[in-house]
T-cell receptor, first 113, second 116 residues
C-alpha cells in the first residue's frame, strides 16, 4: 500500500501553461518536502512545509500543505522548459522506532518549447 | 553550504569485484543515509546512521556493507553484486529528525553503478 499517492505520474505540457501536482495520504505528516530531480543527478530540495495550511512561494512555484497535514500540492505558473524534471514529494512521520521520509512515486514533467 | 558530495560519479564493476562508494558532508549533520534509485522511480531507503551508529537497515542484502567512520563520512562497501543491483546510489544527510524541526534532508549527486 502506497502511503503517499502522487499524481499525475506523467505530465507533458507546452511552455507557458500552468500545472498542479498533488500528493495525498491518509497519514498525518510532521513535515513534507518537495524535490526536483534531473536525470543522473540527486534530488534537489525545493521547499519544506511543516504547518497545516502553509503556503510557500518560490518564484513561479507555489507549494501548499493541507490543513490536516495529510496532503500537499505544487503549482507551477507559466512553465518553462527548464522546469522539466522528476518532481518528488516526501513526507516525514516521526517514530521512536526510526523516522524516515516516505516518497511519492514522482511526477515526470516535460515542458515543450 | 548545503552540499553533499559523492564519489565516484560512475562505477562499472563485475560480479566478483569489491568496490566502495564514498559520501561526505560538512553541514554538521549527524544523520546520514544511503538510498538506491531505479530509473523513473523514487529513492528507496537502504541504511540510516544516526550519531555514527547504524539505526536502520531496510533488510538490505549483506553484499552491501555500510560504514560511518566519522560524523562527516559515509561509505558503502560493495561485494559480489548482481546485475539487478545496477542503479543510482544516493547519499543524503540531515539533522536527526525531531518534532518541531524542519527536518530537511539533503541529497548528493549520486553514483551511477553498473554491474556487469
Amino acid at each position: 500500500t502506497q502511503l503517499l499517492e502522487q499524481s499525475p505520474q506523467f505530465l507533458s505540457i507546452q511552455e507557458g501553461e500552468n500545472l498542479t501536482v498533488y500528493c495525498n495520504s491518509s497519514s498525518v505528516f510532521s513535515s513534507l518536502q518537495w524535490y526536483r530531480q534531473e536525470p543522473g543527478e540527486g534530488p534537489v530540495l525545493l521547499v519544506t512545509v511543516v504547518t497545516g495550511g502553509e503556503v510557500k512561494k518560490l518564484k513561479r512555484l507555489t507549494f501548499q500543505f493541507g490543513d490536516a497535514r495529510k496532503d500537499s500540492s505544487l503549482h507551477i505558473t507559466a512553465a518553462q522548459p527548464g522546469d522539466t524534471g522528476l518532481y518528488l514529494c516526501a513526507g516525514l512521520i516521526l517514530k521512536t522506532s526510526g523516522s524516515r521520509l516516505t516518497f511519492g512515486e514522482g511526477t515526470q514533467l516535460t515542458v515543450n518549447p | 553550504d548545503t552540499e553533499v558530495t559523492q564519489t565516484p560519479k560512475h562505477l562499472v564493476m563485475g560480479m566478483t569485484n569489491k568496490k566502495s562508494l564514498k559520501c561526505e558532508q560538512h553541514m554538521g549533520h549527524r544523520a546520514m543515509y544511503w538510498y538506491k534509485q531505479k530509473a523513473k522511480k523514487p529513492p528507496e531507503l537502504m541504511f540510516v546512521y544516526s550519531y555514527e551508529k547504524l539505526s536502520i537497515n531496510e533488510s538490505v542484502p549483506s553484499r552491501f556493507s555500510p560504514e560511518c567512520p566519522n560524523s562527516s563520512l559515509l561509505n558503502l562497501h560493495l561485494h559480489a553484486l548482481q546485475p539487478e543491483d545496477s542503479a543510482l546510489y544516493l547519499c543524503a544527510s540531515s539533522h536527526p529528525f525531531r518534532q518541531g524541526s524542519y527536518n530537511e534532508q539533503f541529497f548528493g549527486p549520486g553514483t551511477r553503478l553498473t554491474v556487469l
